[in-house]
DNA sequence: TTGAAAGCGCTAACAT
DNA sequence: ATGTTAGCGCTTTCAA
């Protein structure tokens, strides 16, 4: 069946089809009578206008893109999900790509985007990605999430302040009398990376007992690479603790962990980075890393559904905050 | 910045916008220094044709709509992740509206989409949602997931075969010893949740111990009901097994089990619905409903992608699994 | 080998 | 109060 237009209500109705544009948005140069009828004869025949008829005259689309590692981590999934919710009680459509934390996903998703002329992208940048994510790409008010694609890339930001939650892991596995801390990150490659580090490093030195740099490793962050340094640690059996600067690193350290436990029984002290449902449930809750996703898909959001694009490279950051169980 | 067309490539190079558009296809007829010209400085403009131009024409764009629930449950977190990487590998792009379950959010939903002219939609219907999804969508294709908004909704759809899983479940209780088994579960509202109750009650049957009234708890299926109703159950302390049917349902009860036994140390045995990975680590494992979440999530990008669309209403079935940890 | 015209659905700006 | 025209970016068709 064809598409329904205004066109075909006009013939439809024997009238132009500019009476019948006006009358749909109720314009008042139209006769009551007429107006009715094209109201009527629209629902009808389930008239929808084409928003891509709108966007090609100039209005810019409704359209957000959300650019994340994956959505099986409870942390990107609930960003997600906060986030299409604000948007959609705004009438934004979110179009969502994975990139695996691929560059080549990532340009080749900002591309798609470009195509359909989403307005702004919210996006966690891919380690090694583009530095400069495509001067083209002024077209798209790019906002960064999480971390930064570089320290100057000029774009808004939403960042998270974790450092002093880092800090007081630290000090919290300390005062348990752990002196064997292991650290799992991001590497320098990224902003986010470098902070998490350094406060570890800084937290350790307050404690008391400087962290030894064997039992730190860095990398780019993924849930395997979580997964095999935390095996490795609990293999050489130096470390009685461990903190995870990272989601993903996060649940797969924690996986291994818990195949070992399944295995031996015991197990060492972790802190978890991000709080997905479940570490309140695992050996009596883990404590771990708090990261206010509302906050930061509400922001989103909003920067994404506000016309007024920031200007200035507006970075917003946000508490995180150290859930002791 | 105005966005970069054939025309400013054409004006660019003195040359007619027609030419350009032949260059930048391919097309013979064109001098090949004119063609390398134009697709030299369409790369350093930053180029991009506009997908809005060409579906203004005629082509259908290749954006799919996906509604759901929502994306926190793992399992509809794991679908989308896994039918937006295979819609990506097809440069199909996915729209994701979460609906809550609810019939006016879904409704608003399509239409957006129909908006966009999305080709297709996946969707998990809304319990009491239009029996037809509006005849008007007759432009998009649509595809029920997991359950179906009417039996003879005449819309292809992608199921789930649990009713053997189910009636094992209840066995694999009956031989541990459990004589007071209850359910919760979607009410009859859904045609999964009529499979699935249906199921329940052929398997206590079938063990020899037809579930008593009582311990059926049926409803529209949310995190919170099956949290309520395991709630109940537990107080009332005459259920030693629970099973749960849905998503949602399995992971509120299992939060009011985890709650309960974080008090009081006792608990029910537990057959969950679905199998979020912190399944297999809590109390050494749940026993769980296993969906094929993969298969069920390519089969829609698949139907998705390929133009043909399925003229018949055709459905597949994809078989649950019992996981006995 | 190139260009000009028309049309996809819609509305602002002019007619009438 | 209603109709006509033009143009958003692109390709198909027809003309040079």
Redo the contacts between chains.
Sequence with gaps: ?A??TIKTIAQDLGVSHMTVSRALSDNPNVQKETREAVHKRARE?????????M??RGDS?R?AGLLLP???N?FY??F??EM??AC?AQ?W??????T?DDPK?EQ??L???????ATSVVMVPAPGGAKEP??????MQVIELIRQSSPDSGNPAILVEDRSAIHAAVQHLADAGHRQVAYIGADSNLTSGQGRLQAFCDGTKAAGFPASLDLICTGAPSFDMGRRHAQRILAQGQATALVCGGFEIS?GAL?AI?DAK?EQGDGIAFVGYGD???Y???D?GLTTIQVPVTQLAQRAAEMVTSTHRSDESKQSSFLAQLIIR
Excluded: C, T
Aim: aromatic share 4%.
């Design positions: 069946m598409r329904v025949l389930g008239y929808v206008k084409s928003s891509v008829a966007v090609l689309p359209i994956n959505i099986v409870e999934a609930r997600a999900n299409a919710l959609e009438s459509q979110l179009i969502i790509h994975l695996n996903a080749k998703a591309d798609r985007l470009r195509e359909v002329q495509l001067a083209s790409s002024a077209s649940n996986s818990m399944a997905p449902s479940f309140a449930w695992l009596r």
